[in-house]
């Protein structure tokens, strides 16, 4: 991609909804800590058009049992059908001895019909453990019921304090812009993106970790992903990336969830890049060493 990376962090309370950077994702998503999406069930009746219902979103991606967690909802009806007019209603059930209760009802949002949407916010009913979050759809004489369920993941332990103001925000750049690494945060939500310079000559590999020691990643994702390009997970708490950055952007993004420390380790062709060519936060800085680390 040769244009400008379009940066759209999108903006909510501190532990609530806060997406960050909204990025395509084109070729190959790694994998994420969270679980995955359960199938989605189907309960069509002989004279009703059938829909699917899934949990598309989770926010944040791992919380403290206070914290306010926002789930949303996608319904998709068969075609040829009226528009929706049904709820949602969400339920959690926490199976094991794990778990400081065992299920409940967060509640019942009629859909919005503009998006097939219903939107929730959880206010401390989600139970230590792991728990399996359901959006059922019904009340729609037109359309059956289906349901879709995400397993979410409580810690009575999760640390969600802000990060140092010097990481809020993310650098502006466009593709061709210096050589170097491209760092910021909103909320929790990361990305390090990566770009060459024309001057530099085609091929410029941009490479390194992104460790912790104490929190999971998640929701971890590439942007662009070439033939040549790779961003690959090593457990919960490490991820490991290399770019071969061809006047372009690449990038990656993901959620730093419940620990306190992260820490960036990043080569330019294989030798350990300048602090001159980290920038971070927006307004933007320059660390004071590589690797760095940032505590919360």
Known sequence: MKNKLSARPMTGRCGGRSMGLALLAIGTVATTWSAPLLLASSKAGASSIATT???????????????????????????????????????????????????????TVPIDPSNDQAVITSTGQLPVGADYVTATYGNDPNYSGSSGSVVYTVDASCNNAAWPASTDGYPATEASGPTGFYIGQSNGWWTLYTEQNANRGPGTILSGKITTTTARFLDVAALKNERDDYVKEIGNNEIEFRFQTQLSLDAVTFFVGCG??????????????????????NPTTNPLSNPVTYNR
């Open 53 to 107: 219902t899934a949990i598309i979103s989770e926010n944040p991606p791992a919380s403290d049992p206070s914290t306010p967690v926002e789930f949303i909802a996608q319904v998709t009806p068969g075609g040829g059908g009226p528009p929706l007019s049904g709820s949602v209603t969400f339920t959690y059930t926490c199976p094991g001895s794990a778990c400081s209760s065992s299920s409940g009802t967060l509640g």
């Open 260 to 281: 306190h420390d992260i820490k960036f380790t990043l080569d330019i062709n294989g030798i350990k890049a300048p602090m001159s060519a980290i920038n971070v936060g």
